[in-house]
């Protein structure tokens, strides 16, 4: 045995490749000196007893030492934990409080507020630093940079991470170490990724897509990361002439398309764009195509099975399809009412079996077992259909999520969170179209004395993160409800589709 993910992430490669390019800093980090550090925080870890399983959660910004402490955990036997730095310490409490890691790292300005928090679930508190400094950095520093990789299995546990749900409980996904490597792998090859590729990364590395599919590709291929902190227009302008390669969601690049100096010339020397995380509108392919020459490859994955399709590198990138099952991988499309295999071109509920889909929920058996199928395959929650020649079309979810800026929002915690407050009798929380996000948060109350817009803000900044939170938000005097009493949210989406487009319904307007 050996420590399997580890093992085919990290060896191969040049050792004087660099892994990591901080542009604007000319900080150049080699996979030699990476490694060496990555030993270093593992040793660390041994040292304080890290047993395997154990996790270490991390909510830190965005750094090559993230990344060197995520590769350490794994090698050191342990489970990675990311949290987006988003979160309230009110959320964070659940996750440590469920999880119970071994560690819980984070920033030296935040430490003082979750200590407790900490504290509370038998975590000890260690900080990192964005700029790589802290604690962790301190205590890595005496120790040696070599070590032992801990035996794991393909089977073995290599990370948790949570993902909400329709019943507004968050739900820790268990990915082992061949979900993430052999995911990797097959990206790596499919989308032709070698060790001469630069990938512009501008994605945050808390979610799969920043961390597996970006980071585990580039490290299985040998490549290097332009490594931004978090995505700007005008940082990607700037650095992209050094890049191959960008992935994105749909939000970074129709924000490029709004600036006029993102252009033909600028990317001409551009392997490729992927898109992922949300849908990519049919008519932002188009226009990337026509203002760049490039078309954006779009791919289709989640947290619990790593990427399932994707468009092919050659052959019909086709707009408004996420493209063909990935190698290894099974997709299926089936009755929502029988569970029967539908034909081609039949809208139904899409199913995924292979190497790449997780060994279930943290600590809820029970939840694992309603996902999956009796045959092995995972119930996704999306509906789709797939085309004679297996290109598969998503074309709406059977699960009550919006997905705003890639980030997945689970209306029924939002509601949870207005349904507690006061003069608020009941709240129905929706995603519309966002011109920006893809989709929007809109809540809409019932109750008399509901609270106005900003005191809604105030009174919900310190429970969820501000991404889950309305954007907009209306009174009506009731929702509307079907025969069996619930409420009909397509209807409200219906009446509240344009709240962001121009000429809109007056936000905190009761309606009637
Ligand atoms: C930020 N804000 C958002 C938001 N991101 N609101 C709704 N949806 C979002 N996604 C809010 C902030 O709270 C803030 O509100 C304001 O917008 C500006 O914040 P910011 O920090 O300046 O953010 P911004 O640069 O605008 O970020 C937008 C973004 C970012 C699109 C660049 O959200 C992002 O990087 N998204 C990527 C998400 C991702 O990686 N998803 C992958 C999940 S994995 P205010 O009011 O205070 O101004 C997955 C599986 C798969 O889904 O298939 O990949
Ligand atoms: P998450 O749970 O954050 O991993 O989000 C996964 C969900 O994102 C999927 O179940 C889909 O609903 C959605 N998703 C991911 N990629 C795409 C895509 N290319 N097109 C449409 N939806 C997508």
Redesign the pocket.
């Given at each position: 045995m050996s420590n399997y993910l580890t093992e085919k992430l990290l060896s191969p490669h040049e050792k004087s490749n660099k892994i990591f390019l901080e542009l604007p800093n000319n900080i150049d980090i080699q996979y030699h000196e990476f490694n060496r550090q990555v030993n270093r925080i593992a040793n660390y870890l041994q040292q304080i007893g890290l047993k395997p399983d154990d996790r270490i959660a991390v909510q830190t910004g965005k750094s090559w030492q993230t990344i060197a402490l995520y590769l350490a955990t794994v090698k050191a036997g342990g489970a990675f934990l990311p949290l987006n730095t988003a979160y309230t310490p009110h959320e964070v409490s659940y996750f440590l409080d469920n999880a119970r890691p071994r560690l819980f790292v984070c920033d030296e300005g935040h430490a003082e507020g979750l200590q407790v928090v900490a504290k509370n679930a038998g975590s000890d508190l260690v900080t990192l630093n964005n700029d790589g400094s802290g604690e962790i950095a301190n205590a890595a520093s005496a120790q040696s940079d070599t070590f032992e990789a801990i035996d794991r299995s393909a089977d073995s546990l290599a990370a948790i991470l949570y993902?909400s749900g329709t019943t507004g409980r968050s739900k820790g996904a268990m990915l082992t170490h061949e979900n993430l490597w052999s995911n990797a792998q097959v990206l790596a090859d499919v989308w032709q990724f070698t060790s001469k590729d630069t990938l512009l990364h501008a994605l945050p590395i808390f979610?799969?897509h920043g961390l597996f599919v970006a980071t585990n590709v580039c490290l299985v291929a040998g490549a290097s990361m332009i490594f931004q902190s978090s995505f700007s227009v005008e940082n990607v302008i700037r650095d992209i002439k050094k890049a191959t390669t960008m992935m994105g969601v749909p939000t970074f690049y129709t924000r490029l398309l709004d600036s006029s100096d993102f252009d033909r010339d600028l990317v001409k020397h551009m392997r490729l764009f992927v898109?992922?995380?949300?849908?990519?509108l049919s008519e932002t392919h188009i226009q990337f195509e026509e203002r760049t020459g490039h078309k954006i490859l779009?791919?289709?994955?989640?947290?619990?099975t790593n990427m399932n399709t994707s468009n092919p590198y050659n052959g019909d990138r086709r707009a408004g399809t996420?493209g063909h099952a990935l190698p290894g991988t099974t997709i299926r499309v089936v009755s929502a009412d029988n569970g029967e295999e539908l034909n081609s071109d039949e809208v139904g509920s899409i199913e995924v079996k292979g190497a790449n889909v997780f060994k279930g929920y943290w600590e809820m058996p029970e939840k694992t077992a309603e996902e999956f199928t009796e045959d092995g395959f995972f119930i996704?929650?999306?509906l789709g259909l797939l085309s004679k020649d297996g290109y598969l079309t998503?074309v709406g979810?059977g699960k009550d999520?919006i997905?705003s800026g890639g980030?997945?929002i689970y209306p029924k915690e939002i509601e949870m969170v207005l349904d507690e407050l006061d003069g608020v009798k009941e709240s129905a929380v929706i995603g519309v179209p966002h011109p920006d996000f893809g989709e929007g948060v809109v809540a809409i109350l019932v109750g008399d004395q509901a609270p106005s817009e900003n005191q809604v803000q105030q009174m919900i900044s310190n429970r969820i993160a501000r991404f889950k939170q309305p954007k907009k938000i209306f009174v009506v005097k009731e929702l509307p409800r079907n025969t069996m009493g619930k409420v009909q949210k397509n209807l409200l989406r219906e009446q509240f589709e344009h709240c962001f487009s121009p000429g809109r319904v007056q936000a905190t307007s009761t309606i009637t």
């Open positions: 993902t979610h799969t898109s992922g995380s949300a849908p990519l779009e791919r289709y994955g989640m947290t619990e996420v996704t929650g999306d998503i979810r999520l997905i980030y997945n």
